[in-house]
């Protein structure tokens, strides 16, 4: 999945891709971080996401910064090498509390790290569970269905959101992409870079956007909900992001269906078991 993430921003000419990872899988497979070195060694870097990838809207902020801390104590010589020392909220939650912010911003400011927003995404994690179903199952049209309608959805995400958002501020900054490291985005992201360049989007490093103000300062909203800059600048300005989310989430459940392989119920059993290693409870509703 990684080399044809690679292949595919090689072929469009996206440079400087930065990888955000929890890093607790990597406790029991230390060999997953193998792969760092091959994207890396194709120009692209590295950043902090947190070692559990636990929302901050569930921790205490004492919590939260030591598990910072650790993903960069594994992470360090490969965020090191990178031009700019970023981090990533996980979920892109910023905390539920404007203290809560605060007091995280204040510790990636003592240790050298500027937070990497997400300013447009295209729920391509939800096509994940749908796909797996369906290449499991030997379901071709299923898989050539999921592909296309999710090519198909990062397009007009990307189309309304940008729009919102230079509806918003009356101009139209630098964008952040979010793309999960998911077979079913493998497949697709050679098309979706494909299909975003033939509409005059031109892909620039992580390092010219964040030299916009619009994604350095951000839209001073606080909310415990799942929101990137985009929709936060639109609900702060009374704009509406059209089809957000998209409609065509409420068919992936049914699409090459396995009792209890949903999206929800496969994010249900991750938040259980996130649950043994830190204690905390989950809020389901903060992702709608």
Not at 64 to 75: F, P
Not at 242 to 256: G, K
Request: charge should be negative; aromatic fraction near 10%.
């Amino acid at each position: 999945m990684s080399k044809r993430m690679i292949d595919a921003f090689a072929a469009h000419g996206v440079p400087g891709v930065y990888a955000f990872n929890g890093t607790m899988p990597t406790e029991a497979r230390p060999a997953d971080l193998d792969i760092l070195d091959d994207w890396c060694a194709a120009g692209h870097h590295v950043g902090n996401h947190t070692h559990q990838h636990i929302s901050l809207n569930w921790l205490d902020t004492d919590t939260y910064i030591k598990d910072i801390d650790a993903s960069e104590r594994i992470l360090r010589r490969w965020i090191d090498a990178a031009p700019t020392r970023y981090f990533r909220y996980a979920f892109a939650m910023e905390g539920d509390t404007v203290d809560k912010t605060r007091e995280v911003q204040a510790h990636l400011t003592r240790t050298g790290f500027l937070s990497s927003p997400v300013t447009l995404w295209f729920w391509d994690a939800q096509f994940m569970a749908a796909h797996n179903r369906a290449v499991s199952l030997g379901d071709h049209e299923a898989v050539r269905w999921l592909e296309d309608k999710l090519v198909d959805t990062a397009v007009d995400q990307v189309r309304n959101q940008a729009a919102a958002t230079a509806a918003a501020l009356g101009r139209s900054p630098a964008h952040i992409l979010l793309v999960h490291g998911t077979a079913v985005a493998g497949a697709t992201l050679d098309r979706i870079l494909g299909r975003l360049a033939s509409h005059g989007v031109l892909f620039v490093t992580s390092e010219e956007a964040m030299a916009d103000p619009a994604n350095v300062i951000g839209p001073q909203l606080t909310t415990r909900r799942f929101r990137n800059f985009s929709q936060k600048w639109a609900e702060l300005s009374g704009t509406t992001v059209a089809d957000a989310p998209p409609a065509v989430l409420d068919d992936l459940d049914n699409t090459a269906y396995i009792e209890g392989m949903s999206f929800n119920e496969l994010l249900g059993r991750a938040m259980t078991d996130w649950g043994t290693r830190i204690p905390f409870t989950p809020v389901a509703s903060d992702f709608h």
